[in-house]
């Protein structure tokens, strides 16, 4: 519910800003000094330089929130370490774009670096938060491991065979093994109860199939819910069924890429952490200099 709210604010910010100064963001560069618009939407106008400053407010706040949510124990308590990803990613790629606005699509100098730094950050976040989210976890954020992964799934292989045997019972039109099947077809290609495929080898490797999979993502959910109308699946159980098929359908997937993945994220972390104290050095001199210059608060 909280990843579905912030992407409307999200979605409704970055448009009523974006939208708000697009008659000046197309003017061509040359006649930008001219327009009526500069005082308001240039990078030293009211609006232009606030949205720097709100921006950048905006970055520190979710780097230094999530830092401090990750590492201070008195701050776990505050809730799932998952919403303060949600939230981080919220601010930390809204941020960005109102500094993008800022410049008014305009680089040059240290603006260029420090825009280009923090472009790398944001991409590199990105792709951290997709490695991060197919790697099974604990309730407090622990990564599992692989026989921690595959004793799940067989519970829920168990839990599924129970439930097609109440829905055989309840008068299905498959039998309580053709069900199962039907569904174990529909997800994994009939794959046993707890067994997973072999792991890519690599990184690479690791990553090209998760994203393929993510393309077909689609096509397994039809063929999902075809194999429960198909066996007459009475409407009492087809929810509980097919959250049960979804589970154990997701944490295969994600057991194929654990060990990669795993690794690739500790790579990652080591990489990524750098990178952001990188951007905040040019991000500090990008300020200093707007200050030197009398860029001060402009709404004071």
């Excluded at 106008?45 to 999530?66: C, D, E, N, P, S």
């Excluded at 990188?278 to 009398?294: K, P, S």
């Amino acid at each position: 519910m909280l990843a579905f709210i912030l992407l409307v604010v999200w979605l409704g910010a970055a448009a009523s800003a974006l939208l708000w100064g697009l008659d000046y963001y197309v003017l061509p560069l040359e006649e930008r000094a001219f327009s009526p618009l500069a005082p308001v939407f240039a990078p030293t106008g009211a609006v232009g330089h606030g949205l720097g400053v709100v921006g950048t407010a905006m970055i520190v706040v979710g780097v230094a929130g999530y830092s401090a949510r990750r590492r201070m124990p008195l701050l776990r308590s505050l809730g799932a370490l998952k919403q303060g990803l949600q939230v981080h990613i919220f601010l930390c790629t809204l941020g960005p774009l109102f500094v993008l606005l800022h410049t008014s699509f305009k680089f040059g100098g240290l603006v260029s670096v420090a825009f280009w730094s923090m472009a790398v950050v944001v991409a590199s976040g990105l792709f951290g938060r997709y490695v991060y989210v197919r790697i099974p976890k604990t309730l407090n954020g622990r990564f599992l491991e692989v026989d921690q992964v595959q004793e799940r799934i067989r519970e829920l292989s168990d839990e599924i065979r129970a439930r097609v045997t109440e829905v055989a019972a309840a008068g299905s039109g498959l039998p309580a093994a053709s069900l199962d099947a039907s569904l174990d077809a529909a997800l994994h290609g009939g794959l046993a109860p707890g067994e997973i495929r072999a792991q890519p080898r690599g990184f690479f490797a690791a990553l090209l199939w998760a994203v393929r999979e993510d393309l077909r993502a689609r096509g397994r959910e039809r063929r999902l819910r075809r194999a429960v109308r198909q066996g007459h699946v009475p409407l009492e159980f087809r929810r509980s069924l097919l959250e049960l098929a979804r589970e154990r359908a997701r944490l295969r997937q994600q057991a194929i890429v654990l060990q990669p993945f795993q690794r690739l994220f500790r790579y990652w972390h080591v990489v990524h952490l750098p990178l952001a104290v990188v951007m905040f050095i040019i991000l500090a001199g990008h300020i200093a200099v707007a200050v030197l210059f009398g860029y001060t608060w402009v709404w004071g």
